[in-house]
């Protein structure tokens, strides 16, 4: 049902897409959160989770074991779960009441193989078995940033290690003028991952306006040729950076401890 809800950390705001049947937009603050078409998952709405869903799509075949940090309604989970079936998802989300209103609204248990851990980000993570994830979707958000202790070097230690060697991270982050916070993450993700690659608008990409980035990273490569291509061939022509302009886009910022 279309409304108010009052969750652990606030209120959220359901509602519903009046140009698609069941599609929803949970809502924090006036700042959409997450979408999610509950009669066809891999319907992605925002141009930021698509860039995600080309990172996935571009993954070695077959059911994926996933660790997601942040599960507002669970879009990425979802889509996961209907184009490579089997997957298992671990979903780690410190907000219980949100948790429910999403079991009861937005029919989370269809989803299959999913597990939610109701904990801190940190902290859930620590109890991921090492080497137990071919894909870790850091996707959590305090208002509208990134908090900080999920952007730490120790942190991103910790991702790595419950990473199997060939696993890939991604990372949605928000940020505006002059990229300070981007800038430092990344300083932070490469430090950790041999492999990264940036994805965003371009008006985005150029700090023009506040938006949402990805962070694509591995120890053992990422298809880039492809990613370039797929995101540039997106409605917004996305830009994908790497290597050398990865390196001038961190112009030397420092790591996150």
Excluded at 73 to 88: K, L
Excluded at 157 to 165: E, H, K, M, N, Q
Aim: with cysteine; hydrophobic share 45%.
């Amino acid at each position: 049902m279309p409304g108010l809800y009052p969750v652990t950390f606030g209120e959220i705001e359901l509602l519903r897409d009046l140009d698609r049947q069941d599609g929803w937009v949970l809502s924090k603050d006036g700042v959409p959160q997450s979408y999610v078409d509950l009669q066809d998952p891999t319907f992605l709405e925002f141009e930021y989770v698509r860039l995600m869903a080309d990172v996935i799509d571009l993954l070695a075949e077959g059911p994926l074991s996933c660790l997601h940090v942040g599960g507002g309604a669970c879009t990425i989970p979802r889509y996961v779960a209907a184009t490579r079936p089997g997957s298992r998802h671990i979903v780690i989300e410190p907000d219980g009441l949100l948790v429910n209103l999403v079991r009861e609204q937005l029919n989370l248990r269809s989803v299959p193989k999913l597990k939610v851990i109701v904990d801190g980000g940190r902290e859930g993570t620590a109890k991921i078995w090492d080497a137990s994830a071919d894909l870790v979707v850091l996707d959590a958000f305090s208002g509208a940033t990134m908090p900080v202790e999920l952007a730490t070097a120790e942190y991103m230690g910790d991702i790595a290690r419950v990473l199997r060697p060939s696993g890939t991270l991604l990372i949605n982050l928000a940020d505006g003028k002059g990229l300070a916070f981007a800038r430092r993450l990344l300083a932070t993700v490469t430090a950790a991952f041999g492999h990264v690659a940036l994805m965003a608008e371009p008006g985005i990409m150029r700090g023009r306006r506040f938006g949402n980035l990805i962070v694509a990273a591995s120890r053992t490569g990422l298809p880039l040729d492809l990613l370039s291509r797929r995101a540039a061939g997106g409605l917004t022509q996305a830009r994908c950076v790497h290597g050398e302009a990865l390196t001038n886009f961190v112009a030397g910022a420092a790591p996150i401890n």
